[in-house]
């Protein structure tokens, strides 16, 4: 979206500029070289906006917020009911919330607050969690609590809940 805008920018400094054309040139030369002058220029406005990456700090405090979240207080493993060695599992995985929300536009705090959601997060024990990795079997989706598919549906969409699926069978 942000791109077109760009691109009318460079479009006026073109029609503004004069270039000097040797006799016997061609228009065409011409118009080869201000076309290359355009894709320049664009490339080097664009530059901050496709160099922004989301702040390591943001990160790393989502993912903590997460994880005590999900395994803190009375919390269990989803499978086996232990309350032993917990970990944070996440029923939409965050590759797959990473993919839906990459054209967001999202502050960094906001990008991570989504990717590190606690409403997605389910409470796994060590070896529960190993066996769902491995596939040996994975949590299936029966075991992904409701509230996680409506957090999932409101804010993902039904994209977010056919993935839940299909990361959990
Ligand atoms: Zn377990």
Known sequence: MK?????????HK?????????????????????RQGERGLARSELKPRTKRIPGK?????A???????VTGGKARCVMCGSRRRLHAHHALQ???????????????????????????????CEDCHASHTAKLPPIPASKIPASV????????????????????R
């Open 3 to 11: 791109r077109a805008g760009f691109a009318r920018k460079a479009t």
């Open 14 to 34: 073109r029609l503004g500029r004069k270039t000097e054309l040797a006799p016997g040139d061609t228009a065409l030369k011409r118009s080869t070289a201000l």
């Open 57 to 61: 700090q943001e990160r790393d405090e």
């Open 63 to 69: 993912s903590e917020r997460f994880w005590h979240a």
């Open 94 to 124: 965050k590759q797959t919330i990473k993919r839906i929300i990459r054209s967001w536009e999202l502050s960094p705090h906001d990008y991570w607050r989504l990717v590190y959601a606690p409403e997605v997060g389910v409470a796994a």
């Open 149 to 168: 598919f409506a957090f999932v549906e409101r804010t993902f969409g039904r994209e977010g809940v056919a993935a839940i699926g299909r990361e959990h």
